[in-house]
């Protein structure tokens, strides 16, 4: 069994900043891909940011520039630093890690999400 639990989030205004992160745990024996998508009300699910194992990076147009994924993959953690936060950044993040597991399954793994509010 693998968890991922988010931290971070919250309420900020308009240009602030926000940092969220997530640790995963459990029966790990390999992580490779890392990410976070986003859910606002009434859309569909869309992928923010992922970072590989060997920390090649890929983000959605509409945050490129603003935010930043990074990983320890020491500590299997993934972190978004996200700059110049805009309304449109509303949403539910959810942590993503693809897993092969203690028993060698690879799967997808998602976290329970955190709310990222921002106010104009």
């Known amino acids: 069994q693998v968890q991922l639990v988010e931290s971070g989030g919250g309420l900020v205004q308009t240009g602030g900043s926000l940092r969220v992160s997530c640790a995963a745990s459990?029966?790990?024996?390999?992580?490779?891909?890392m990410g976070w998508y986003r859910q606002a009300p009434g859309k569909q699910r869309e992928l923010v940011a992922r970072?590989?194992?060997?920390?090649?990076?890929d983000y959605a147009d509409s945050v490129k520039d603003r935010f930043t994924i990074s990983r320890d993959n020491a500590k299997n953690t993934v972190s978004l630093q996200m700059n110049s936060l805009k309304p449109e950044d509303t949403a539910v993040y959810y942590c993503?890690?693809?897993?092969?597991?203690?028993?060698?399954?690879?799967?997808?793994?998602w976290g329970q999400g955190t709310q990222v509010t921002v106010s104009s």
């Open positions: 993503t890690a693809n897993v092969i597991t203690s028993a060698f399954r690879r799967t997808d793994y």
């Open positions: 459990g029966s790990i024996f390999r992580i490779y891909d």
């Open positions: 970072i590989s194992s060997d920390g090649r990076t």
